[in-house]
């Protein structure tokens, strides 16, 4: 049996209408038709089962048949800030780190930093967020926001409980991964890593050095690494 269709709206009613690119993808992409069932998601965290009622030219009319709260979503808020990387690299990072559960993403640019960002590239990564998190199954969508230096994004951060920067150069890490709590700002640089003074202006705004280990990690790695190890260690892989 075929799993249901899962789709976002911006909001649920009733008879919720189904538009813009999700109606192309259920329309011309999966072909649905009335009487189809499917998932409506609002990003509340919630999942609303519907059924479509009716197919027009330009939307899906779907009538809302129950409400359930997901169990997909981590209870432990977590955020990954991560300099912008060449290519199509960001968007893998993004992609795996909303399927292991972060909550918010921000990509910046920095001193060493050689990608640039622009609002389609930003809208590209808030599409491929939601992509992944409709593979995942997941009831709602990490934010994805863009900072233009790294000051802006490490000050985003002031009301995580705990505060990590992954550096090539940290010689040991700064706090034990393994007693984590409460909720976590991670940091990753990007393919030029950090200066020593983006380091020194990160610790002194409360954030703990992290090392990954004795060998250099490609950013798009570290990324997906420092999440994966965060989330085990707050018991969301369990």
Same mark, same amino acid.
């Given at each position: !049996? ?16 189904? !538009? ?96 640039? !960002? ?121």
């Amino acid at each position: !049996m075929a799993a249901v269709r899962r789709f976002y709206v911006e909001k649920i009613e009733r008879e919720t209408r189904l !538009m813009g690119d999700e109606f192309s993808h259920a329309k011309n992409v999966l072909r649905l038709k009335e009487g189809d069932e499917v998932v409506l998601l609002d990003g509340s965290g919630a999942e609303y089962d519907a059924v479509i009622n009716a197919v027009g030219r330009g939307e899906m009319l779907c009538g809302v048949t129950g409400r359930r709260v997901s169990d997909k979503e981590s209870k432990t808020r977590v955020r990954l800030l991560l300099g912008a990387l060449k290519g199509d690299k960001t968007e893998l990072a993004v992609q795996k780190a909303t399927e292991l559960g972060v909550a918010e993403i921000g990509v910046f640019s920095s001193r060493f930093c050689s990608a640039y !960002m622009n609002e389609n590239k930003l809208e590209r990564l808030r599409k491929v967020a939601r992509e992944a998190a409709k593979q995942c199954l997941r009831a709602s969508v990490p934010s994805v926001e863009y900072f233009a230096d790294l000051p802006s994004a490490l000050a985003s951060c002031a009301e995580y409980e705990n505060k990590l920067f992954a550096c090539e150069f940290a010689q040991k890490s700064d706090a034990d991964l393994r007693s984590l709590r409460g909720s976590c700002a991670l940091v990753v640089g990007s393919e030029g890593g950090f200066s020593e003074e983006e380091f020194s202006s990160a610790k002194a705004a409360g954030f703990a050095g992290i090392s990954l280990g004795r060998r250099i990690l490609r950013a798009e790695t570290a990324a997906i690494v420092f999440c994966g190890i965060v989330m085990f260690c707050l018991g969301e892989l369990q």
